[in-house]
C-alpha cells in the first residue's frame, strides 16, 4: 500500500497571511496513464470532508483560488495564499493512482 | 444537488455484522459516471478507504478488509450498501457513503459525501 506522510500536523497561521501542507508518499503516483492522481480535501469541524484540489493542481468547482496545488513524482504541497477564518479545519491529501485508496494523516490548520 | 445520507444502527455488538445503508437523492446509483463508495474515520483519526461499487455490481475493496466487508447496490431504491462482519472495537468510527466520479482518466474525484453516522462497536 501506498503511505501518504503529510507535514506539519498542526499549522497555526495568522489570518490574511499564506499557509502551507506538505505531502509525500512512499512511491511514486505517477499511473500507467500519465495522469497523477493526488487529491487534497478539506475538512471543517464537525463536517465531512470537502473535494478541494483533484490531479495535483486541479480546483474542484467552487473552491476559492486562493488554493492552489502542486507538485509531482511523491512530492505535493497545498497552498492558502491568505488564510481565511473559514479554512480552520483538517487538510487531507489522497491518493488514488493505487488501490487501496489511501489518505495522509492529516494536517490542523489553526488560527494564532 | 446530490444528496447522500447514511442511515444503520448506532450501536454493534463485536463479533456480530455492521449493517449501514445510503441513500441517494437527485442522482441515480444506475449512472455509469459515478463509483459509490464507503470510507471511514475513527473518532479523533483519519480516514481509511473501505472500497466502492459501480452501478453493475463491480466492486473494489480495501485489502486490509476485503475478507469482511461486502457491498451492494439496490438501484429499485435508489440506495447501496455496507455490510462489515466478525466487528471489534477497532471498527468504532464514523462511517461516510460517498460519490466519486467514474470519469475516464479521473480518479480520486470523490465531490459529494454523506453527513456521517458514528457507529459504535461495544456489548
Known amino acids: 500500500d501506498i503511505v501518504m506522510t503529510q507535514t506539519p500536523l498542526s499549522s497555526p497561521v495568522t489570518l490574511g497571511q499564506p499557509a502551507s501542507i506538505s505531502c509525500r508518499s512512499s512511491?511514486?503516483?505517477?499511473?500507467?496513464?500519465?495522469?497523477?492522481?493526488l487529491s487534497w480535501l478539506q475538512q471543517r469541524p464537525g463536517q465531512p470532508p470537502r473535494l478541494l484540489i483533484y490531479?495535483?493542481?486541479n480546483r474542484f468547482s467552487g473552491v476559492p483560488d486562493r488554493f492552489s496545488g502542486s507538485g509531482a513524482g511523491t512530492d505535493f504541497t497545498l497552498k492558502i495564499s491568505r488564510v481565511e477564518a473559514e479554512d480552520v479545519g483538517v487538510y487531507y491529501c489522497m491518493q488514488a493512482t493505487q488501490f487501496p485508496y489511501s489518505f495522509g494523516q492529516g494536517t490542523k490548520l489553526e488560527i494564532k | 444537488q446530490v444528496q447522500l445520507q447514511e442511515s444503520g444502527p448506532g450501536l454493534v455488538k463485536p463479533s456480530e455484522t455492521l449493517s449501514l445503508t445510503c441513500t441517494v437523492s437527485g442522482g441515480s446509483v444506475s449512472s455509469g459516471s459515478y463509483y459509490w463508495s464507503w470510507i471511514r474515520q475513527p473518532p479523533g483519526k483519519g480516514l481509511e478507504w473501505i472500497g466502492y461499487?459501480?452501478?453493475?455490481?463491480?466492486?473494489n475493496y480495501n485489502p486490509s478488509l476485503k475478507s469482511r466487508v461486502t457491498i451492494s447496490v439496490d438501484t429499485s431504491k435508489n440506495q447501496f450498501s455496507l455490510k462489515l462482519s466478525s466487528v471489534t472495537a477497532a471498527d468504532t468510527a464514523v462511517y461516510y457513503c460517498?460519490?466519486?466520479?467514474?470519469?475516464?482518466?479521473?480518479?480520486?474525484?470523490?465531490?459529494?459525501w454523506g453527513q456521517g453516522t458514528l457507529v459504535t462497536v461495544s456489548s
Open positions: 461499487i459501480y452501478y453493475s455490481g463491480s466492486t
Open positions: 460517498a460519490r466519486e466520479s467514474a470519469q475516464n482518466m479521473v480518479r480520486g474525484v470523490i465531490n459529494y
Open positions: 490531479k495535483i493542481s
Open positions: 512511491q511514486s503516483l505517477v499511473h500507467s496513464d500519465g495522469n497523477t492522481y
